[in-house]
């Protein structure tokens, strides 16, 4: 993602419980990229308003907002395993998706988008486990989450208002950390617990 006013070490812990949404938000809004800069391709995927009425080609597409909120939420940066693991577990979380949806997925990230945009292979296994655990979460389906109610909320709060788990998720960041030693976005998934 070549884009001079990114900031690729931006992260927000899961740890981090007191600041509000509206705050981290603010925060990655001032540098983050916009929906123009993102490749067609990846906006025909991943965002709902390139549906066909009656029709979701994936499950859990939703638009660039409502995508930051969810890093926000999930206590991702904007690297790829973190990219990877918010898509996974959007998708995941609608309990919809399919076999055929999970591979047709990974092959358009792997092969089709464009090459600062392509999932790794390990990033595709983070995507895949981030699945797994959307599927199993009680949490409500992300993509539907109205994010603007949960503004004024910790992260805390919001996290709890629609039922994201910490404990399950810093459950698996413990296991990506030990699979991803040399990963950057792996390593720092525990800071400050």
């Known amino acids: 993602m070549e884009n ?3 900031n690729f070490d931006w992260f927000i812990p899961l740890s981090e419980k007191d600041k509000t949404l ?3 938000y603010t925060e ?5 990229d916009n929906q123009g800069s993102i490749p067609l391709i990846v906006q025909l995927v991943e965002n709902p308003k390139f549906d066909i009425p009656g029709f979701d080609i994936f499950n859990g597409a939703t638009s660039l907002q409502t995508h930051d909120y969810i890093h926000i939420l999930l206590g991702r940066g904007i ?10 577990f959007t998708m995941g ?3 919809r998706v399919s076999s055929l949806e999970e591979k047709l997925y990974g092959l358009i990230s792997k092969y089709l988008y464009p090459k600062e945009f392509q999932f790794s292979d390990s990033d595709f296994d983070v995507f895949k486990d981030a699945l797994r655990l959307g599927f199993i979460s009680d949490c409500q389906p992300l993509n539907t989450v109205d994010y603007e109610a949960l503004m004024p909320l910790s992260l805390e709060e919001a996290r ?11 459950a698996y960041y413990e ?3 030990r699979r991803y030693p ?3 976005e792996s390593q720092r998934l525990l800071q400050g617990f």
């Open 160 to 170: 709890k208002a629609i039922g994201i788990e910490s404990s399950l998720i810093r």
């Open 22 to 24: 509206k705050e981290v």
């Open 4 to 6: 001079s006013g990114l």
């Open 175 to 177: 296991i990506e950390q």
């Open 79 to 88: 690297l790829p395993k973190d990219e990877a693991f918010v898509i996974g």
């Open 182 to 184: 040399d990963d950057r």
């Open 93 to 95: 979380s609608t309990n």
């Open 28 to 32: 990655l809004a001032s540098f983050g």
